[in-house]
């Protein structure tokens, strides 16, 4: 079972200060935020940021042909950014966000799903970093053309058709990580035009539910409990879901921290589901 240093799944504060000067370590700041947050993540970035750190965009880096929010990027779109970023083949890369685990999940999926295993998240991001009175710098880092290669993983994701069949046949358990309030239709979307409940046949396990007070994620054998207290059957396959594909890629990171390899994340979540209206929904706890 993966400990707290995993530098395919989780590494802790103290595992990155001791190889921030690795050659082959490459820091990004994967910072995202929700929709009236206020919170502005490049400007954070230029402000302070870890020494060393890139900035990974996920609005930009992202599928541009889609109208959704921020789908995966194609192959070839994200080998030319990694590269652009001095990111490339060789490297061990670990990904923050400015919340503790939250849009650094999401990074780390991506590079996932494009057959990249050298990625870790930093466990309690950023805060917990700053917390601990650790180096933060406020220059861009020296970029340097890295050569890097893409072989996308389609297991690791589906799509509405997919998460459709999932919901109306079973087999897989489709886990919604958004706020309870959101996954029963009591409170509405962030986002304009969205109805309001869940994909029916899904559970609920809101991602904070996986995370300590500081951010940080909580042990495996809490987790374990959180899924299994959630309804979820960790011996079938894992649909995660959410309002945009971000808070998804917690539950993910969560499974395969236990150890859990066959779950794959819906890319368009709340943001596609809810917006067509021949799409049932479900609403309360059913």
Not at 31 to 57: N, T, V
Not at 154 to 161: H, K, Y
Request: hydrophobic share 40%; aromatic share 8%.
């Amino acid at each position: 079972m993966a400990g707290t240093d995993d530098p395919t799944v989780l590494v802790s504060t103290g595992w990155l200060a001791a190889h921030l000067n690795d050659p082959d370590l490459r820091v990004i700041d994967a910072s995202w935020y929700l929709p009236g947050e206020g919170r502005d993540p490049r400007a954070e970035y230029e402000a302070a940021h870890i020494p060393g750190a890139r900035f990974f965009d996920i609005d930009a880096i992202a599928d541009t042909r889609s109208d959704l929010p921020h789908m995966a990027p194609p192959p070839e779109m994200f080998v030319s950014r990694m590269r652009a970023m001095g990111v490339g083949d060789g490297h061990q890369v670990v990904v923050y966000d400015g919340s503790g685990i939250f849009s650094a999940a999401r990074v780390w999926w991506t590079f996932r799903l494009m057959g990249k295993t050298d990625v870790a998240v930093l466990d309690g991001g950023f805060p917990k970093w700053q917390a601990e009175g650790r180096p933060v710098e406020d220059m861009p880092p020296i970029l340097r053309d890295r050569h890097m290669t893409a072989s996308r993983q389609a297991g690791l994701v589906r799509d509405v058709t997919q998460v459709a069949a999932a919901s109306k046949l079973g087999g897989p358990t489709i886990v919604d990580a958004r706020p309870a309030a959101r996954f029963r239709g009591e409170a509405p979307e962030p986002r304009p035009g969205l109805r309001s409940g869940h994909i029916p046949g899904a559970r609920n396990l809101p991602f904070t539910e996986l995370l300590n007070e500081d951010g940080t994620m909580k042990a495996p054998e809490v987790l374990r409990a959180a899924f299994e207290g959630a309804g979820v059957d960790l011996s079938r396959p894992v649909i995660t879901t959410c309002g945009s594909g971000v808070s998804a890629a917690v539950l993910a990171l969560a499974l395969e921290r236990l150890g859990h390899r066959d779950w794959s994340l819906y890319d368009g979540s709340w943001a596609e589901w809810g917006s067509f209206p021949d799409l049932r929904i479900a609403t309360g706890d059913a």
